[in-house]
């Protein structure tokens, strides 16, 4: 979500007459974009700030701005904070950024512009470089208030973008050379639960698939309480929609489930997995899962490994738990020391690779549709791309291949990646 409003604000910087840079000494704008939802990043956007007005001492006409959700959890109290600071700029007003822009090029700094429009989301402009993946915004905000998280205050309340306005961005990309779109949203599957007469989002999917030159349709995040039986079966008939599902579960236990006000139980998941999985055997099923929530057992996290070697999933993101200001987990009592968090996702995150690497182990000899997306890192006669399950595969080839669905049998299922040899 936060690559995507930086590309945003890009194209908008973009539109106001500045480029890019790769050299951070050479700018006249620096915005660090900053993510609240947990304390480690939220530290470093902190730290970058820091490095930034150091560079404003050499450049003293440079503007630096804070956007992103600390910019809307802090507000104003940033720029009592930070000397240096011209604006603070939260993720529903992104669109202002021309003007805030225009008047701190007068001189006028200072501005804080936070807070969310009713309706909506803005529609802001398509980045004009050619991208052959892409996020497409279907909605934003949250209504869930699972108790640690801090997205309901600082994204707002769920709001869903029309379809048609959806159905013409992807358009306009698929113009520009896009083959894969990646539809966002912090809960995908409550698409337009409030809009009466708007597509639902398994319509929304079949509908997308119809539009002439797309390869490629994914979509994140999943909420296990919202995915509807319908959007299940959506993965057995849409055709370009690839099969890969996040569906975070957080925890394997139903106590600590319900303290997260997950609204689901570790029954209800697994039987959303079994469901998915006779519809789409092939599905490359990933997840969040959280250690060290308040009060949370050795025999919860028990639950939580359990839960991991029976789905066994094709991978994780895995976190410390860590108390976000105004969430009602951060003033509940029983959190677990430094020490437990960081044991217990040392014991998750190797369970995890085992996992991980069996499966990728057990795609050796298959053939693949690999949609070829650059140069390996490592060699330059090496091409990369991605499998529909969403695997990085790597494999001899030119560079003419960019953009292109091969096909690629797999003669090596590596930690993080698959190599193969290309074969139509
Ligand atoms: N909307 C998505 C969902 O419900 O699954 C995820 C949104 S959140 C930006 C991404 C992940 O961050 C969550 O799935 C959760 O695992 C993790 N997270 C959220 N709040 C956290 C906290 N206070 N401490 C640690 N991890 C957190
Ligand atoms: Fe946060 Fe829960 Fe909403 Fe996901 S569903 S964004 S974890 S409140």
């Given at each position: 979500?936060?690559?995507?409003?930086?590309?945003?604000?890009?194209?908008?910087?973009?539109?106001?007459?500045?480029?890019?840079?790769?050299?951070?000494?050479?700018?006249?704008?620096?915005?660090?974009?900053?993510?609240?939802v947990?304390?480690?990043?939220?530290?470093?956007?902190?730290?970058?700030?820091?490095?930034?007005?150091?560079?404003?001492?050499?450049?003293?006409?440079?503007?630096?701005?804070?956007?992103?959700?600390?910019?809307?959890?802090?507000?104003?109290?940033?720029?009592?904070?930070?000397?240096?600071?011209?604006f603070?700029?939260?993720?529903?007003?992104i669109?202002?950024?021309?003007?805030?822009?225009?008047?701190?090029?007068?001189?006028?700094?200072?501005?804080?512009?936070?807070g969310?429009?009713?309706?909506?989301?803005?529609?802001?402009?398509?980045?004009?470089?050619?991208q052959?993946?892409?996020?497409?915004?279907?909605?934003?905000?949250?209504?869930?208030?699972?108790?640690?998280?801090?997205?309901?205050?600082?994204?707002?309340?769920?709001?869903?973008?029309?379809?048609?306005?959806?159905?013409?961005?992807?358009?306009?990309?698929?113009?520009?050379?896009?083959?894969?779109?990646?539809?966002?949203?912090?809960?995908?599957?409550?698409?337009?639960?409030?809009?009466?007469?708007?597509?639902?989002?398994?319509?929304?999917?079949?509908?997308?698939?119809?539009?002439?030159?797309?390869?490629?349709?994914?979509?994140?995040t999943?909420?296990?309480?919202?995915l509807?039986?319908?959007?299940?079966?959506?993965?057995?008939?849409?055709?370009?929609?690839?099969?890969?599902?996040?569906?975070?579960?957080?925890?394997?236990?139903?106590?600590?489930?319900?303290?997260?006000?997950?609204?689901?139980?570790?029954?209800?998941?697994?039987?959303?997995?079994?469901?998915?999985?006779?519809?789409?055997?092939?599905?490359?099923?990933?997840?969040?899962v959280?250690?060290?929530?308040?009060?949370?057992?050795?025999?919860?996290?028990?639950?939580?490994?359990?839960?991991?070697?029976?789905?066994?999933?094709?991978?994780?993101?895995?976190?410390?738990?860590?108390?976000?200001?105004?969430?009602?987990?951060?003033?509940?009592k029983?959190?677990?020391?430094?020490e437990?968090?960081?044991?217990?996702?040392?014991?998750?995150?190797?369970?995890?690779?085992?996992?991980?690497?069996?499966?990728?182990?057990?795609?050796?000899?298959?053939?693949?549709?690999?949609?070829?997306?650059?140069?390996?890192?490592?060699?330059?006669?090496?091409?990369?791309?991605?499998?529909?399950?969403?695997?990085?595969?790597?494999?001899?080839?030119?560079?003419?291949?960019?953009?292109?669905?091969?096909?690629?049998?797999?003669?090596?299922?590596?930690?993080?990646?698959?190599r193969?040899?290309?074969?139509?």
């Open positions: 979500m936060n690559e995507h409003d930086s590309e945003r604000m890009l194209a908008l910087l973009e539109g106001c007459g500045y480029r890019e840079t790769k050299h951070v000494e050479e700018a006249d704008v620096m915005l660090v974009n900053t993510c609240t947990r304390e480690k990043p939220e530290q470093k956007a902190y730290s970058m700030v820091g490095r930034f007005q150091q560079l404003k001492e050499d450049n003293p006409h440079a503007i630096i701005g804070i956007t992103g959700c600390v910019a809307q959890q802090e507000g104003e109290r940033l720029l009592g904070r930070i000397p240096a600071l011209d603070v700029l939260g993720p529903g007003k669109h202002k950024l021309p003007e805030i822009l225009r008047d701190a090029e007068k001189g006028k700094r200072g501005t804080c512009s936070v969310f429009e009713n309706g909506c989301p803005t529609n802001l402009p398509t980045p004009h470089t050619a052959l993946r892409a996020y497409v915004t279907i909605m934003q905000g949250c209504d869930n208030f699972c108790s640690y998280c801090i997205v309901p205050t600082v994204r707002g309340r769920e709001r869903s973008r029309p379809s048609a306005a959806i159905l013409a961005e992807i358009e306009t990309l698929i113009r520009q050379g896009t083959k894969e779109i990646t539809l966002l949203g912090q809960n995908v599957n409550s698409y337009a639960k409030h809009t009466p007469g708007e597509l639902t989002f398994p319509q929304l999917l079949a509908k997308i698939d119809e539009i002439p030159g797309l390869e490629r349709i994914r979509f994140t999943s909420h296990p309480k919202d509807t039986e319908e959007t299940i079966e959506a993965f057995g008939y849409v055709e370009h929609l690839c099969e890969h599902l996040h569906l975070p579960f957080q925890a394997g236990s139903n106590a600590v489930l319900e303290r997260m006000n997950r609204g689901h139980t570790r029954e209800e998941y697994l039987a959303q997995i079994k469901k998915v999985r006779e519809v789409s055997p092939q599905m490359g099923i990933t997840a969040d959280m250690v060290g929530f308040p009060a949370e057992e050795e025999e919860d996290f028990d639950q939580t490994l359990e839960l991991i070697r029976r789905v066994e999933f094709d991978g994780l993101f895995s976190f410390k738990y860590s108390p976000r200001p105004g969430t009602r987990a951060a003033r509940w029983g959190e677990c020391t430094p437990v968090k960081q044991r217990r996702l040392e014991i998750l995150q190797g369970l995890q690779r085992g996992i991980t690497l069996k499966k990728n182990k057990e795609l050796e000899g298959s053939v693949k549709e690999i949609l070829v997306e650059g140069r390996s890192r490592n060699s330059p006669h090496t091409m990369r791309g991605r499998t529909r399950c969403n695997r990085i595969v790597n494999f001899p080839g030119g560079s003419d291949l960019v953009g292109a669905l091969v096909f690629v049998k797999i003669a090596k299922g590596l930690q993080n990646s698959l193969g040899e290309r074969c139509g």
